[in-house]
């Protein structure tokens, strides 16, 4: 790993059970690297040559207590193809919030993956199909309300977790990890 990138901790590492502090705005000097490094690793990371180079998992996302920062900031980096059409979203959050959500709920049917899940956890991880999320982003260098669908939703609900220490695991049913969730849009 160069030392160019974040170091990621895995999940044994108490610093992701923690509930991660609000950061105070506008940013500090410090809060805006931590987060522009989080970007830098997911962003480079969907990039074949770079990923061989410096040894990076491929990532949609990353929050800041994967690297032992306990404040609430996300980097998310997601590429999809709808209506044939390539739509990607980047942001570098701070302080997201779910401010509204839909009834429907929605999972990946190969599961979710983690950085710092290194060990299998197979099953269905339930999110919910349609959400919005207030943040302020820092590429935009404001507060933004972010109405997201589909894979973006998991991931942007897989890192807002992270914040308050929840690993995707523990949304897997324990007594049945494919059990059929009701109405739920499968991707
Ligand atoms: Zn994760």
Do not use: W
């Not at 899940?117 to 309300?145: M, T, W």
């Amino acid at each position: 790993m160069s030392e160019n990138y974040v170091k990621i901790l895995d999940d044994k590492d108490p610093a992701l059970r923690k509930k991660a502090e609000s950061v105070t705005l506008p940013l500090s000097d410090d809060d805006r690297q931590i987060l522009t490094d989080i970007l830098k690793y997911v962003v480079d990371s969907h990039d074949e040559s770079l990923q061989e180079k410096y040894q990076l998992l491929p990532a949609s996302g990353l929050a800041a207590p994967q690297i032992g920062i306990n404040k609430r900031m996300i980097a998310v980096f997601t590429e999809e193809v709808i209506n044939d059409k390539k739509i990607i979203a980047k942001y570098a959050l701070v302080n997201p919030k779910i401010i509204s959500h839909s009834q429907q709920m929605t999972y990946i049917e190969n599961g979710e993956g983690c950085l710092s899940v290194k060990e299998p956890h197979e099953g269905y991880v339930p999110r919910y199909a349609r959400i919005s999320v207030e943040a302020f982003d820092l590429l935009q260098d404001k507060v933004v309300k972010i109405r997201a669908k589909g894979y973006l939703a998991i991931v942007l609900q897989h890192e807002i977790d992270h914040l308050s220490g929840i690993l995707f695991y523990d949304h897997i049913n324990k007594d049945d990890p494919f059990y059929a969730i009701p109405d739920a849009i499968i991707i």
